[in-house]
């Protein structure tokens, strides 16, 4: 009698994917609702959407087809997020790049997938499983290959966003893991819990109240203060944009004349303060590449930098290339031009990250076969040591230099060794506005996450100042030249996050890794469903067991 009835009894549904349908066009959607959160678009709330749209495509689906969906996500979103690197050099290297970065993401999907049996044992965890799975993701794409490269973080889609906030809290890692969690609970209030989901899901209270969590967390953010006490008094900062006479990898063909514009523009900024027009500068900022003619190998350079320092009558910092340590070496600088004086050594900013496969080329014989342009770098650019802590006398200054602005660790060692304000030196004639603006948002979460008033000074745009709460008070234009002057507070206080550095990060991608963990454990132990199979085999008294392991290698246990 007992067996009759468990040969007739009925077992519950198993689990099952969305169609693939269905979770093809969610991936696309995925990679393209992440794109439009990213400047210029500005949609920051679609970045979320994006994260729940990945993670109901690639749920309970073997690894494989996560990391396939993984991956159009990632090509649909990097390809053309990065197409400013396709303008100069080539298609290829365009392609590698983006297809590089994608990969990232494909194995977020295969990671997502491979631990749907611990979210579909513990429904709770799927909101963080997810933003766990994000940060981790970040952390493995910021320093792999060749130190990484953060660009696409979904933390600097959020300029505009509440959530921007709690950079002061956590830095880029925490704003990601609330843009994630936002969206793993977006994906948990609409997938219904059970068997096969439907395409267009029904709410239940579950669901509103899930989806009344993400909003509510994503406005939390509010309540996060920004800023912090000043540490002396205001000080008048200008930027001098001078442009370039031509866009592209030849902006500095002309070197001369790219430190020229620069130099007249800060004689007619010095004209305006003669004339009462401009109230007196206490500081300037010149962009990297200002002067690409090492000045302290070319006297004339020099005399011209001091001619426009002693005009102005305050210090200018000069981005300039110098020659050496060694041959065929070069350096990306930040150099304190002081008026009357000179260039003091002793102030002086050597950038630390220099960019692989642009001012530098590792594996050159190998590069050279993807692109002729990497003979281009002739000279290749050495490391610096130590951060840009300067002291321009009104402010002390943290300077980092192009992509720097994207590296978590850079520019924390700058307010950690004493600078009251953030500079951002940066040269975009290679690139386009969109590569510009990418990176003000870099620069603005920043401010943000420190708690300092912040600067970008492009040679040719997008140039512009930024309060300590995120906010842009004043911009130029692309490819134009334009002086920018402001009042900016420098401040000495230190923010939870600056405090924090590495620790929540490090903390948010271990707790990844023991999820993974515990997802291993239920896809070895236990049984994802038992469906009867008597009907298909001819064979009555037959059952067969899927366990979560076996659904990701293909295969099937049959017991009696």
């Known amino acids: 009698m007992v067996e009759a009835e468990r040969e007739t009894a009925a077992p519950s549904p198993a689990p099952r994917p969305l169609p693939v349908r269905a979770a093809v066009p969610m991936a696309l959607a995925a990679g393209l609702a992440q794109l439009l959160a990213f400047p210029r678009y500005d949609l920051w709330w679609l970045a979320p959407v994006a994260v729940a749209l990945l993670a109901a495509a690639v749920h309970r689906r073997r690894v494989r087809a996560g990391a396939g969906l993984g991956l159009i996500a990632g090509l649909v979103f990097f390809g053309p997020l990065l197409e400013w690197t396709n303008l100069h050099t080539g298609v290829l290297p365009w392609v590698l790049l983006f297809v590089a970065e994608s990969l990232f993401i494909a194995l977020l999907g295969a990671l997502a997938a491979y631990a749907s049996p611990l979210v579909d044992r513990h429904r709770w965890t799927w909101p963080l499983l997810t933003a766990l799975l994000w940060v981790g993701q970040e952390a493995a794409r910021d320093r792999l290959p060749f130190g990484g490269f953060p660009w696409g973080r979904l933390a600097f889609s959020q300029g505009d966003s509440p959530a921007l906030r709690f950079a002061a809290l956590g830095g880029a890692p925490l704003v990601t893991f609330v843009v994630a969690l936002v969206g793993g609970l977006l994906v948990a209030a609409a997938w219904p819990r059970g068997g096969t989901p439907a395409i267009r899901p029904r709410l239940s209270p579950a669901s509103v109240l899930l989806g009344a969590g993400a909003v509510a967390l994503a406005a939390a953010g ?118 009357g004086q000179g260039p003091d050594e002793s102030r002086m900013y050597v950038k630390r990250h220099p960019v692989p496969f642009a001012e530098y080329i590792p594996l050159r014989d190998i590069a050279r076969m993807v692109s002729k342009e990497v003979d281009r770098v002739r000279s290749d650019f050495v490391a610096g040591q130590t951060p840009g802590v300067l002291d321009m006398g009104p ?103 600056t405090q924090l550095g590495y620790w929540p990060e490090m903390v948010l991608s271990g707790l990844a890794v023991a999820t993974l963990v515990a997802a291993a454990v239920i896809r070895r132990r236990r049984p994802v469903h038992v469906t009867p199979t008597g009907a298909e085999l001819g064979t009555p008294g037959t059952a067969q067991t899927t366990t979560a392991a076996d659904e990701a290698d293909g295969t099937r246990t049959e017991s009696g």
């Open 395 to 497: 402010a002390t200054i943290g300077d980092v230099i192009c992509f720097e602005v994207a590296y978590d660790g850079i520019v924390r060692d700058t307010v950690t060794g004493g600078a009251g304000i953030l500079a951002v030196q940066t040269n975009n004639a290679t690139f386009d506005e969109s590569e510009a603006r990418q990176q003000l948002a870099m620069v603005r979460l920043r401010a943000v996450e420190h708690g300092r008033d912040a600067l970008m000074a492009s040679t040719v745009g997008v140039s512009g100042f930024v309060g300590a709460d995120g906010s842009v008070s004043q911009e130029t234009g692309f490819n134009t030249p334009g002086v920018l002057v402001a009042e900016m507070t420098p401040r000495a206080t230190r923010t939870l996050a």
């Open 222 to 339: 509010l309540l996060v203060p920004v800023g912090g006490s000043a540490s002396g008094p205001p000080v008048r900062v200008a930027i001098v944009q001078g442009n370039v006479p031509r866009l592209g990898l030849d902006f500095n063909a002309q070197r001369r004349a790219v430190l020229d514009n620069h130099v007249n523009g800060t004689l007619q900024l010095a004209g305006r303060v003669t004339t009462g027009q401009e109230k007196q500068p206490d500081l300037v900022i010149w962009p990297e590449n200002s002067s690409d003619v090492d000045p302290f190998l070319d006297p004339q350079a020099a005399a011209e930098i001091s001619r426009a320092a002693d005009s102005v009558k305050a210090p200018i910092l000069v981005g300039a290339v110098l020659r050496g340590p060694g041959e065929n070496q070069v350096r990306n600088a930040g150099v304190v031009w002081l008026p």
